[in-house]
T-cell receptor, first 114, second 114 residues
Framework: GAVVSQHPSWVICKSGTSVKIECRSL??????MFWYRQFPKQSLMLMAT?????????EQGVEKDKFLINHASLTLSTLTVTSAHPEDSSFYICSARPRGEKLFFGSGTQLSVL | DAKTTQPNSMESNEEEPVHLPCNHSTISGTDYIHWYRQLPSQGPEYVIHGLTSNVNNRMASLAIAEDRKSSTLILHRATLRDAAVYYCILRDWGIKAAGNKLTFGGGTRVLVKP
C-alpha cells in the first residue's frame, strides 16, 4: 500500500526557535497533502491543505504566518512552526491520498517546546 | 460538513466481536462513510469505507443502514492490537475542492480486555 513518511518523529526545541517537519509520499505523487494537529486526549484538527505549486489553504483560526507550509514537489510537503512557544507543543500529522478514497497518514511528529 | 456521533468509549473482551455505532442523520447523498483508527502515538490508519452497500475487508465489516443515517463498524474478533480510537467520518465526494479533506470527530475509544 501507499506510504506516507513523516520526519522527525519527535523534536524538542527552545521557545522562539523554528521547527520544520517533513512529509513525503514514498510511492505515489501527491498534489495535495493535509496537515493535522492533535493535543493529548483530543481528536485530530485539520490545520491546512497543502497544494503542490501553489499556496496552502488554511483552516479558520490557523495562523498562516505561524505555520508555514511549502509543497514544492509532488512528493514533499513541509510544515514549519515559526517562533515556537510551549502552547505549540502538540502531535502533528500529515496525510495524503494517492487515488480513490483511502487517505494515508504519516506516523506523526511529537513537538515539545521548552 | 455533515456530522457524526459516536459513543466516547466501548469495552470488549478479546476474541469477541465489537460493534461500533455511528450516527450521521444529516448525511447527504454524496457522502462516503469512512472509518479510520488511531493507535496510541501513531497516525490514523484506514479501516474501511462505504457509500450505500455493506462492505467487508480483511480488517472489518461496515454495515450501513438502509436510510444511511447510521452505520456500524464490526470487528469480528477483537484482539489486543485492536485497542485504539475509531473515527467515523463523512467525506463528500461531490464537492471536489472542499470534499478532499477529512474532518475528524471525537471517535470511540475501544478497550480490549484479555
Amino acid at each position: 500500500g501507499a506510504v506516507v513518511s513523516q520526519h522527525p518523529s519527535w523534536v524538542i526545541c527552545k521557545s522562539g526557535t523554528s521547527v520544520k517537519i517533513e512529509c513525503r509520499s514514498l510511492d505515489f505523487q501527491a498534489t495535495t497533502m493535509f496537515w493535522y494537529r492533535q493535543f493529548p486526549k483530543q481528536s485530530l484538527m485539520l490545520m491546512a491543505t497543502s497544494n503542490e505549486g501553489s499556496k496552502a489553504t488554511y483552516e479558520q483560526g490557523v495562523e498562516k504566518d505561524k505555520f508555514l507550509i511549502n509543497h514544492a514537489s509532488l512528493t514533499l510537503s513541509t510544515l514549519t512552526v515559526t517562533s515556537a512557544h510551549p502552547e505549540d507543543s502538540s502531535f502533528y500529522i500529515c496525510s495524503a491520498r494517492p487515488r480513490g478514497e483511502k487517505l494515508f497518514f504519516g506516523s506523526g511528529t511529537q513537538l515539545s517546546v521548552l | 460538513d455533515a456530522k457524526t456521533t459516536q459513543p466516547n468509549s466501548m469495552e470488549s473482551n478479546e476474541e469477541e466481536p465489537v460493534h461500533l455505532p455511528c450516527n450521521h442523520s444529516t448525511i447527504s447523498g454524496t457522502d462516503y462513510i469512512h472509518w479510520y483508527r488511531q493507535l496510541p502515538s501513531q497516525g490514523p490508519e484506514y479501516v474501511i469505507h462505504g457509500l450505500t452497500s455493506n462492505v467487508n475487508n480483511r480488517m472489518a465489516s461496515l454495515a450501513i443502514a438502509e436510510d444511511r443515517k447510521s452505520s456500524t463498524l464490526i470487528l469480528h474478533r477483537a484482539t489486543l492490537r485492536d485497542a485504539a480510537v475509531y473515527y467515523c467520518i463523512l467525506r463528500d465526494w461531490g464537492i471536489k475542492a472542499a470534499g478532499n479533506k477529512l474532518t475528524f470527530g471525537g471517535g470511540t475509544r475501544v478497550l480490549v480486555k484479555p
